[in-house]
């Protein structure tokens, strides 16, 4: 009697998983290896991480990092507003003071950590510059890829109207 083995499954993609890799982004870290760092200067994304070679150039974090950020310092200046409004007796000049100064305070402290974050949520599901499989664990930092990309030069790809 002759058994039948079934092709073996395609390897998963190496990636790590939703919250590790936010987190990670979230601390400025590489969300594949946790090593590298991912940010340059201010909010400028390094092309690629420094230990594991994943190429992070093309992200499109684009606006949901302000928009993320927004939403959360307007939820927690509006709260300590209203409750020290209605709570105390507070001067004016006070109020204009220190509410504008919390706010920018806390917009530029979490606009770098919540774009991190964006970054990896894009990575783990391969989202825009992510789709290609990530380097191996553990990689030699020289930003080769698993996996092929057959048919996907330009000079590759059969010309239209060419029969």
């Not at 919250?19 to 090593?35: D, I, K, S, T």
């Not at 150039?57 to 409750?83: K, N, T």
Request: hydrophobic letters at 40%.
């Amino acid at each position: 009697m002759e058994t039948y083995a079934s092709p073996p499954a395609p390897a998963p993609q190496d990636r790590t998983r939703l919250v590790p890799a936010m987190a990670r982004g979230f601390l400025n870290r590489c969300p594949h290896c946790g090593e590298g760092h991912v940010f340059g200067r201010f909010l400028k994304v390094r092309p690629a991480c420094e230990a594991c070679g994943l190429e992070m150039e093309g992200h499109r974090a684009d606006d949901l990092p302000p928009y993320l950020v927004i939403f959360l310092v307007g939820h927690i200046v509006g709260y300590l507003v209203l409750e020290i409004e209605m709570g105390y007796d507070v001067p004016l000049w006070i109020s204009l003071t220190v509410w504008p100064l919390l706010t920018l305070v806390l917009a530029l402290g979490l606009l770098q950590p919540v774009k991190g974050a964006v970054i990896g949520l894009q990575y783990t599901f391969g989202m825009h510059g992510f789709g290609k499989a990530p380097p191996a664990r553990g990689g030699t930092g020289t930003g080769e890829r698993r996996g092929g990309d057959a048919g996907t030069r330009a000079g590759d790809a059969p010309e239209l109207g060419s029969a």
